[in-house]
């Protein structure tokens, strides 16, 4: 995950005065796409292979896995002196999210049992990737808020240093509710694939 700021300074006068009042709202501006990795394989163990060979590799774990999702926050900070203080004249955060994904090439060509496997897994792991993206834009919508909503300082270097530390604290905290979110995915993972392949199997049959 990759954070990167632009500052602009501006100096205020007569004609930002009545340009910029008060603080400039905004959402963030997002985006989404997605990448895909192919794997072969004709068994489920073969399969399980082909993700941990194929997987994207995170830096987080060090690790294979079957779906990543690639995070960037960015976004530009404007200021406004005035007065003797220095204010928020506008903020836009920006978050760019990639989503990556396994495809099957030996699918159409498996039994309909490992078809059948497979696809309840495909779906979990993009379910799992897309809240990974759900996340991140909970934060980047709490961050350009906070920053929007600082106080005016004494001067924009003293500003500048609270949008900083605002900013490391808000993706600090992205950062650990990401962790946690994996953590308790992974914990129940069992479980969750036996109820998903029990609910589809109901599904199939009625």
């Known amino acids: 995950m ?18 910029i009042a008060t603080a400039a ?6 985006t989404k796409t997605y990448g895909y990795f192919n794997i072969g394989g004709k068994t489920a163990e073969e399969l399980d292979q082909q993700l941990e060979r194929n997987g994207p590799l995170t ?3 060090g690790h294979r ?9 960015g976004g530009e ?4 002196e005035r007065a003797g203080r220095c204010s928020v004249g506008s903020a836009q955060v920006t978050l760019k999210t990639h989503l990556i994904l396994p495809r099957w090439s030996n699918r159409r060509r498996a039994t309909k049992n490992l078809r059948f496997i497979w696809d309840t897994l495909s779906s979990d792991i993009k379910r799992h ?3 990974h993206a759900e996340i991140a834009r909970g934060y980047a919508r709490t961050l350009e808020k906070e920053l ?6 004494s001067d924009c ?3 500048e240093k609270k949008v900083g530390e605002t900013t490391q604290r808000v993706l600090e905290a992205h950062d650990q509710d990401q962790l946690r979110f994996d953590k308790i995915e992974s914990k129940n993972f069992d479980d969750r694939m036996m109820r998903l392949l029990t609910y589809r199997s109901k599904q199939q049959d009625g």
Do not use: W
């Not at 709202?25 to 997002?30: A, E, I, K, R």
């Not at 896995?65 to 926050?73: C, D, L, Q, R």
């Not at 900070?77 to 406004?80: A, F, K, L, Q, S």
């Not at 929007?148 to 300082?153: E, M």
């Open 2 to 19: 990759c954070l990167s700021f632009s500052f602009r300074h501006v100096l205020g006068g007569t004609a930002l005065a009545c340009m």
């Open 129 to 131: 990737e897309e809240r």
């Open 59 to 61: 830096q987080t774990t």
């Open 25 to 30: 709202q905004s959402d963030p501006l997002v």
């Open 148 to 153: 929007l909503g600082l106080r005016a300082a």
């Open 65 to 73: 896995h079957p779906g990543a999702t690639e995070i960037k926050f």
């Open 77 to 80: 900070v404007t200021y406004v």
């Open 157 to 159: 270097n003293e500003l």
